[in-house]
Nanobody, 120 residues
């Protein structure tokens, strides 16, 4: 079964940057609407940013001006560029996406998550 795959997490100092990637586990026609979520220790999962197939993006207030979602349409990869990272950005980041294949459409597919730790 198809699912999403996140990568790019790691440990970074405050003020640093990371770029996360999200792609499907197999070849797909497109990634449609998607969202980046994160779950901090002891907290519920929250929506960080979302993106449509057409390129429209929206961000939660705490990351506006620091995070940017972009896409490579040729490879069907979605990125989350995270700049000026703060300790409060620490958490497991997940990709959730609607995807289309030749034979089906799948809604709300999750990846396994990638851990981002912002600490000095």
């Amino acid at each position: 079964q198809v699912h999403m795959v996140e990568s790019g997490g790691g440990v970074v100092q405050p003020g640093g940057s990371l770029r996360l990637s999200c792609a499907a586990s197999r070849s797909v026609l497109s990634i449609n609407a998607m969202g980046w979520y994160r779950q901090a220790p002891g907290k519920e999962r929250e929506l960080v940013a979302r993106s449509t197939l057409g390129g429209s993006t929206d961000y939660t207030e705490s990351v506006k001006g620091r995070f940017t979602v972009s896409r490579d349409y040729a490879s069907n990869t979605v990125y989350l560029q995270m700049n000026s990272l703060k300790p409060g950005d620490t958490g497991v980041y997940y990709c959730n996406a609607d995807i289309s294949t030749l034979y089906s459409t799948y809604l709300g597919l999750w990846g396994q998550g990638t851990l981002v730790t912002v600490s000095s």
